[in-house]
């Protein structure tokens, strides 16, 4: 095959995934949508997860990795200026 024709092949495939993953708005089912609506709440309820914005949460994540990887690198710079005396 030549370039061209692949190129055109990888063009069409991703073409065709990118139209199966198309939203499908709620108002052509609102039955569906209400259904799902009280179905989460009920959930909600039941597992209590927190209303803390899930950027804040890998922020602190994030926060915390980078503590660590500072700590190490400065016992490890304490320890090679000991090897380096």
């Not at 190129?7 to 139209?19: R, S």
């Amino acid at each position: 095959m030549t370039i061209r024709r692949v190129i055109f092949v990888l063009l069409a495939a991703t073409f065709v995934a990118g139209l199966f993953t198309l939203p499908v708005p709620s108002s052509r089912f609102p039955e569906a949508h209400a259904q799902l609506a009280t179905g989460l709440e009920e959930i909600g309820g039941t597992v209590k997860l927190p209303s803390t914005d899930p950027r804040v949460i890998a922020a602190r994540i994030i926060n915390v990795a980078l503590g660590l990887v500072g700590i190490i690198l400065v016992v490890l710079i304490i320890y090679a200026g000991f090897l380096y005396m």
